[in-house]
């Protein structure tokens, strides 16, 4: 139980600090490195078997074969191989990768550092960095490389996705933000944003799925795989598309472009961040029928709410408020994290 507890007490600890953050603050900077540094280790030196792909890796460090994953992992395979001769150097080298780009992203787009910390720390750490450490890596390069999109600085962007790519193929999604643009959203964007997650709603009650309509041999073999892993119970037959937490992450997406006018005026990459969310929050609809593709999707983009979040305590006051209702809704995400969907062993 004490991996329970360590867990808990991180939490706690970035809570308590998430009331008195300021990011001009040299204190609050402090704090926010040292945190990075606490769970950049707590990443490294974790158990093997703690969480549900450590195992995996673990048997990729001695049969690893390139025609199955990417050249980067089988790179690092074999220099920890060279070097140490000990798999938990992988982890440790993932770690290392994977969270000082993504705390950098955190730092350069987030109002509230601390407060975007948790929120990582509550979900996506706990997914991403601390279980798929390949996803984590392309995930922290593509952070920084919407620090530059955000600048319209396209190239730089794209430079970064071609890096992540080169860690975990899935971040070939992450080119469909480069044709995003961040100019202000008039009216109609807003309605059409929003029509949007109506649209892909409608398109599930009807019973359609544009995806299996698609006259694409390469799509049409991968769901005759889907379909057969469904036959045979490996994969489940659909997600759940009204799951308290999603329907309350569509909630605060309309509720978003509601305020919309208030939150460009203090945070210029809100625009961009909105589309990028919205492409999260759709694909988990509307590739429902795919839960796998369906929850990798959704995980990758759905990442930039830790940036988004806080930006809700401009509409919020008293601020303290605001920040309590963050606060709640990280400590809930983490329990339901490790409780519910067992996303930690206890060993």
């Not at 939490?11 to 900077?29: G, P």
């Not at 080298?93 to 929120?119: E, K, M, N, Q």
Request: net charge positive; charged share 15%.
């Amino acid at each position: 139980m004490l991996l329970l507890a360590s867990f808990y007490l991180i939490a706690l600890v970035l809570s308590f600090f998430v009331f008195f953050e300021d990011k001009k603050d040299i204190y609050t900077r402090g704090f926010f490195v040292a945190a990075a540094l606490v769970l950049c280790l707590f990443a490294a030196l974790r158990p093997i078997g703690a969480d549900a792909d450590s195992r995996t890796y673990a048997y990729l460090y001695e049969n690893v074969r390139a025609e199955f994953i990417e050249l980067s992992f089988v790179w690092i395979v074999q220099l920890v191989h060279v070097l140490f001769e000990d798999v938990r150097w992988l982890f440790v080298i993932y770690a290392l990768l994977a969270i000082p780009v993504h705390i950098y992203g955190v730092f350069r787009l987030s109002p509230y550092i601390l407060l975007s910390l948790l929120l990582w720390f509550a979900h996506y750490f706990l997914i991403q960095d601390y279980t798929q450490i390949r996803v984590a890596v392309s995930i922290g390069l593509w952070f920084v490389g919407l620090v530059y999109l955000g600048d319209n600085k396209r190239l730089k962007y794209f430079f970064f996705v071609l890096l992540a790519i080169f860690f975990h193929y899935s971040a070939v999604a992450y080119l469909l933000p480069l044709f995003f643009s961040n100019k202000p959203l008039t009216l109609k964007g807003r309605f059409f944003l929003g029509g949007i997650i109506v649209f892909v709603y409608a398109l599930y009650f009807a019973h359609i799925d544009l995806i299996v309509s698609l006259p694409i041999p390469y799509m049409q073999n991968k769901l005759d795989d889907y379909e057969r892993m469904r036959d045979m119970g490996i994969m489940g037959d659909e997600i759940n598309v009204f799951n308290v937490i999603f329907l309350f992450r569509v909630l605060l997406f309309f509720y978003f472009l509601l305020k919309y006018s208030r939150l460009v005026k203090h945070y210029p990459n809100a625009t961009l961040l909105l589309k990028v969310y919205c492409c999260s929050l759709a694909s988990y609809v509307g590739l429902a029928s795919l839960p796998i593709v369906a929850g990798r999707i959704c995980e990758l983009y759905g990442v930039v709410e830790i940036i988004l979040f806080p930006m809700l305590l401009k509409t919020i006051r008293p601020l303290a408020f605001g920040r309590l209702l963050l606060v709640i809704f990280a400590l809930g995400l983490l329990s339901l994290n490790l409780w519910y969907n067992q996303l930690i062993n206890f060993i």
